[in-house]
DNA sequence: GCCAGGGCGCTAA
DNA sequence: ATTAGCGCCCTGG
């Protein structure tokens, strides 16, 4: 396992439910910048019933960057802690981002 | 080791 | 709003 996979995993765990974050912003969040793509490996490289919420990141436009099957259930998941989707299946970043307060101080 | 392709994102046009 | 180009770095062949 990666070195980092711990510090990103660390990370997630820190979205509350009911709320999103982007892959660029958990990279941010751990001291990884530019290194959003590393942090799609780390949340790939989980095991299933994991404590991390992976469903909680989204990309940067707000949707899932997964494919259908991951892709709708990670949805599902999200939609079951009340997170909406607008027709287009996206997520309103202004809206459900979460922002803690380390990163505003930024 | 080289190469191609990813759960990505920023900037410029 | 969309697209193209680039940077990032891990994985699999």
New binding site residues.
Partial sequence: ??P??AAIYRAVRGVPRGRVA???????LCG?P?????????????PAGSPVP????????GD????HE?GQR?RRLLAAEGVEFDERGRVDLGRFQWKPRRMRSL
Avoid: E, F, K, P
């Fill in positions: 396992m990666h980092h996979y982007t892959y660029g912003q958990i990279a941010l990884l530019g290194r959003a793509r590393q942090v799609g490996y780390a949340l790939h490289a989980l992976w469903q909680r990141v989204l990309n940067v436009r899932i960057s997964l494919g991951s990670q």
